[in-house]
């Protein structure tokens, strides 16, 4: 029962991590000369998994994270590159432990590519 459409894994840490910076998507785009229009996609519910490496690496750059969440986020959108599909949070019960408010990442997530 796939029918109902969900934000990704990866789109919900991007949308939680800008939010972060308490700026709208428009403002976080303008502020670090980022196509709006890559990062609107790259948070969509009907994304596709390919995405530009040069704009996502400008927005994790951006986003200032920890080398925690970078290296987490990082893996995560490699793992997609690599399976050819986007991880959503109801498929993967320990990438789920991170969804609630804040990211957990006391521990390395480590993605293997066998799916």
Do not use: C, W
């Not at 596709?48 to 996502?56: G, I, Q, R, S, Y």
């Amino acid at each position: 029962m796939k029918n109902i459409e969900q934000k990704s894994v990866l789109s919900i840490f991007l949308k939680r991590e800008i939010n972060a910076k308490l700026l709208s998507v428009k403002k976080f785009a303008k502020k670090f000369g980022i196509d709006e229009r890559s990062i609107y996609t790259l948070l969509s519910v009907k994304r596709k998994f390919k995405f530009v490496d040069e704009t996502f690496n400008k927005i994790v750059t951006a986003l200032k994270l920890t080398e925690e969440k970078r290296k987490y986020i990082l893996d995560l959108a490699t793992h997609e590159r690599e399976s050819g599909k986007i991880i959503y949070p109801s498929e993967s019960a320990p990438l789920q432990e991170l969804l609630p408010s804040e990211p957990s990442l006391s521990e390395p997530v480590s993605l293997s590519s066998e799916l």
